[in-house]
């Protein structure tokens, strides 16, 4: 499950681009933290220590403003194009015990029973309803063994405790990964024919 990470946040009373300049000349990031009704609260915080801390899928942070701590989850993240460096990150406000829906990233695990079959995985991520500050990390997709035209679908899978399944299909429908012949093969072979017959049409 994530850990809490605590990043030290001061509140914020200048606006606009210039203001966001000047911070993040500083070494911080504008960010607002809303959520449960609550008016905007706009704050910053360290640029070098949040990147590392949102490298972690639905990293759970608990901001220290001036000696009080609030849970949040990541919201929206804007990053800069060519450097990868934070601009701005919108922050939703969380309590203990809290039911949130996030996309938990799907990691597969085993082998198929024939390395020349093809594993098509549909999905990288799942909707789960989880306790705020008890997010998995993910959700493991075990294939070993799966043969020709088998399937995983949401309901073969082993959620964490806690954790309810919050899709749009059902969990018998939702299809996660599934095994077929390889196509390229199949497309490579065709092309090989029609060249030989286009050669002797040719000749």
Do not use: C, W
Not at 24 to 34: E, I, Q, S, T
Not at 160 to 174: L, Q
Not at 181 to 190: L, N, Q
């Amino acid at each position: 499950m994530a850990n809490e990470i605590t990043i030290t946040a001061e509140p914020r009373d200048e606006f606009g681009k210039g203001a966001s300049r000047r911070l993040r000349r500083a070494g911080m990031v504008p960010v607002v933290l809303y959520g449960h009704g609550t008016d905007p609260v706009h704050l910053s915080v360290p640029a070098h220590e949040t990147l590392l801390a949102l490298r972690a899928a639905n990293a759970l942070l608990a901001l220290d403003v001036r000696g009080t701590k609030q849970l949040a989850l990541p919201k929206q993240v804007q990053r800069d194009p060519i450097r990868g460096t934070l601009e701005h990150v919108d922050l939703v406000l969380v309590r203990r015990g809290e039911k949130v829906t996030v996309e938990i990233p799907l990691v597969v695990v085993g082998e198929i029973a024939d390395p020349n079959l093809v594993l098509n995985l549909d999905q990288t991520t799942l909707a789960l309803e989880v306790e705020a500050t008890n997010i998995p990390e993910h959700v493991e997709v075990n294939v070993e063994g799966l043969g020709m035209g088998e399937r995983i679908t949401v309901a073969d899978l082993t959620l964490p405790e806690g954790a309810r399944y919050h899709g749009a299909e059902s969990a018998e429908e939702n299809v996660i990964a599934s095994v077929a012949a390889p196509k390229a093969e199949e497309a490579e072979e065709g092309e090989g024919a029609e060249g030989e017959s286009g050669e002797a049409e040719a000749e």
